[in-house]
């Protein structure tokens, strides 16, 4: 385990190291998006007000000044990469029917169901549109791929609501695509467009892939632990989707356990007070804690993939981050 | 007007003419699209089910042909267009709550409306990342911008459902941009990566922007007359969303006639009843004869921008394609 900074203090080193490209990213970010029309406006600065903490841009410019500096390359692709992220999280507020994200009504429930499907192909074209803007095709092929692999984790996942035989691999396979690559990329172009080689770029690609996958992991314990006012989001909303994740996962593969006959009954029920009793299941029978270590146990991973790179300020903060993301899902 | 060829006898020469691209466009499409995954494989044959006549491919490649050769950047290009177009085909499918399309289930339908998002989303982000593939970031920028308008075509075109003042300058920004961008920026790339001049690539590019403006219009003006069984799709989708198109807002814009209070009551209505009667006064009151005329004088224009090229068989069918776009919304 690193030595840990407060979040505000890591928070501040951050800010200090690379603030000023962050600041570039959002004004990249804003100027892609600048529409004429007032309606379409209207919707940017909505969805803007849900936008979390930046974790990929972070993620794109730390691993460059890592390898080497931060260039104007780096701005878009960090730009890029959060606005396939928001598009995203705009389609899953539909596919959720979530009322909530951060605080503020999704844009479901603000405008309705065919705006957010719109406004979300709207933020993936002119993500694309943007990645163009580098004038480098292969740039423009990584985000292509990393995007079609979060497209096929999500429609995976899709396929396996009320699927009390998922696997382990399958859910760690979906976890992969719809969160962990999305952050590998950002690792991946941060290295390479700093000059990295092979090695190195390949070193922080599975670096970014483990702190994703510590993330989801989490991420998915919280919507079954947390409670709704401290996250600003629809909670519980896994369980009402159908969405086994990996506490029930693995309670559902212990064969001898107690707890296991009941959490498949609860599962098959699956309405509210079903969803709460299974919430306390998960605890009592420990999975949420077993489920929790192996997130550390990435984040370890993680840290470990990172270790052999030169030390800088950049890598004193990655090496961070992947606690960081699971102590409070980004 | 041009010689017309029976629409049988235009399939045959562009056939002959450019059948072998067409069939590598096609497998450039299936081999981008093949999946590990078994239900996507699914979803992907069932939507090959309803797609078209391959209009913007062809245009594509025809413009390639009548500016010099057909190269493997059209192939892929062509194929890139194809794709976006499906991936707009099953989200409209989803804001529309369509039930058939070419006689065929919606994906909505035959799955539900979180595959269509997803499955769209996966079409789209395919398309940019075969874009990638031909090696130019340029190529890229252009697809990104098209697909952009897209968006933002149809973004305005839900944020005007039931707008009664919607101007037939606002119809023809929406048109343009869900439609007719696609075909211009078809025949764009096509001259341009056949090594066309400015001015060519120019006049190839107002072509397909007519060609859109004027097949849409006619599309429109089929959803509002047309007999289910006669076009495969759900009819009358454009009334019961209340989707202004071309007839309905020169009716409205008349001031003397007749039939305007008729329509605002029936508009208003919004009933299937009251659909029904917009049909029909939408053709007593002359409406639908002058859209149509103005979709032929579109087609015109069209035929026009392409009058100056050198005479080619390419040119030929490319003259033809405006007219046999209105006859049958493609």
Chains 1, 2 share one sequence.
């Not at 998006?33 to 794109?60: E, M």
């Not at 396939?84 to 503020?104: E, G, M």
């Not at 429930?109 to 549109?129: E, K, M």
């Not at 989001?233 to 009941?262: A, C, V, Y």
């Amino acid at each position: 385990m690193p030595h840990l900074d407060r979040p505000q203090q890591l928070l501040q080193k951050t800010q200090n190291l690379i603030g000023d490209a962050l600041e570039a990213v959002e004004a990249t970010y804003a100027a892609e998006l600048a529409s004429r029309n007032s309606y379409i406006r209207d919707i940017y600065q909505h969805t803007n007000r849900f936008r979390g903490k930046r974790l990929r841009p972070v993620l794109c410019l730390l691993a460059a000044k890592a390898c080497g500096n931060i260039t104007r390359e780096h701005e878009i692709l960090a730009a890029v990469i959060e606005m396939i992220h928001t598009a995203t999280l705009v389609h899953d507020d539909v596919l959720d029917n979530a009322d909530v994200r951060r605080h503020v009504a999704t844009v479901n429930v603000r405008w309705n169901n065919q705006t957010s499907v719109l406004y979300g192909d709207f933020l993936f074209t002119h993500a694309f549109h943007l990645a163009s803007q580098t004038g480098s095709a292969e740039a423009c092929r990584l985000i292509g791929h990393a995007t079609n692999r979060v497209c096929e984790g999500e429609l995976t996942q899709i396929r396996n609501r009320g699927n009390l035989s998922l696997t382990e691999a399958e859910y760690l396979d979906i976890i992969d695509g719809k969160t962990a690559e999305l952050c590998a990329v950002a690792c991946y172009l941060g290295a390479k467009f700093a000059g990295a080689e092979e090695s190195e770029i390949g070193r922080l690609e599975r670096y970014g892939r483990k702190l994703g996958q510590a993330f989801q992991i989490a991420d998915d314990v919280l919507d079954l632990t947390g409670a709704e006012n401290a996250v600003g989001k629809t909670l519980g909303t896994d369980l009402m989707q159908r969405k086994l994740t990996l506490p029930i996962i693995r309670l559902l593969n212990r064969e001898g356990d107690s707890h296991r006959i009941r959490m498949i009954e609860l599962l098959e029920a699956g309405d509210e007070k079903a969803c709460l009793e299974i919430s306390k299941l998960s605890r009592e029978s420990g999975m949420i804690d077993d489920s929790l270590q192996f997130a550390h146990q990435l984040a370890e991973e993680a840290r470990a993939e990172i270790a052999g790179i030169a030390e800088s300020p950049a890598r004193e903060l990655l090496l961070q981050l992947p606690e960081l993301s699971i102590n409070r899902a980004c």
